[in-house]
């Protein structure tokens, strides 16, 4: 069984680093094919992708933030780790991790999400 | 950039099939993939590969891509269904792209 947490601080302040750490269980990102995706959802709004890093180490990033992001595994630990710099109140939201299945190439099984305020 | 449109709002009887249409430029040439999130709840892959339900979904759930639109079909659809839906593809980068989401009523 598949099972992917989030964690990381609740709250940060404007122009902070935001570090949030997906740790997983049932499987194993040295298996080809296998990926890790992080995606945040605003309150009241839509799913946006953030970045994905797959078991060969290919990184990809959302356009839009690339300059702020960087995604990092550690596969002797089962924990894929995202950095977001110079964060905004903007960035207030649900920020979820989730497995990429090989042979879907979707996402298909996702973690409970972590809150993130960003307030001064 | 490569973007998804998908309607804000789609009604439906119960008992009744809804359609959820996702458009994108020569979509039919890429996989698409469906999510439903139940409110409060994390999203739940419910369509792969245009058509293709993982383990678990009920088989009324279906999807079609052809062209420039996806489509998401819920034949007989129940109250449980009530929840946003979003479509999801790959842009020529590898990148992931999520269409704006659907939220799906049942009256």
């Known amino acids: 069984q598949i099972t992917l947490k989030e964690s990381g601080p609740t709250l940060v302040k404007p122009t902070q680093t935001l570090t949030l750490t997906c740790t997983f269980s049932?499987?194993?990102?040295?298996?080809?094919?296998?990926?890790v995706g992080w995606i945040r959802q605003p309150p009241g709004k839509a799913l946006e992708w953030l970045a994905l890093i797959y078991w060969d180490d290919d990184k990809r990033y959302s356009p839009s933030l690339k300059s702020r992001l960087t995604v990092t595994k550690d596969t002797s630990k089962n924990q894929v780790v995202l950095t977001m710099t110079n964060m905004d109140p903007v960035d207030t939201a649900t920020y979820y991790c989730?497995?990429?299945?090989?042979?879907?190439?979707?996402?298909?099984?996702w973690g409970q999400g972590t809150t993130v305020t960003v307030s001064s | 950039s490569f973007e998804l449109t998908q309607p804000p709002s789609v009604s439906v009887s119960p008992g009744q099939t809804a359609s959820i249409t996702c458009s994108g430029d020569r979509l039919g040439d890429k996989y698409v993939c469906w999510y439903q999130q139940p409110p409060g709840q994390s999203p739940i892959l419910i369509i792969y590969q245009d058509t293709k339900r993982p383990s678990g979904i009920p088989e009324r759930f279906s999807g079609s891509n052809s062209g420039n639109t996806a489509t998401l079909t819920i034949s007989g659809t129940q109250a449980m269904d009530e929840a946003d839906y979003y479509c999801?593809?790959?842009?020529?980068?590898?990148?992931?792209?999520f269409g704006r989401g659907t939220k799906l009523t049942v009256l």
């Open positions: 999801q593809a790959w842009d020529s980068s590898a990148a992931v792209v």
């Open positions: 989730a497995h990429r299945h090989s042979y879907y190439s979707a996402m298909d099984v």
């Open positions: 049932g499987f194993s990102l040295s298996s080809s094919g296998v990926g």
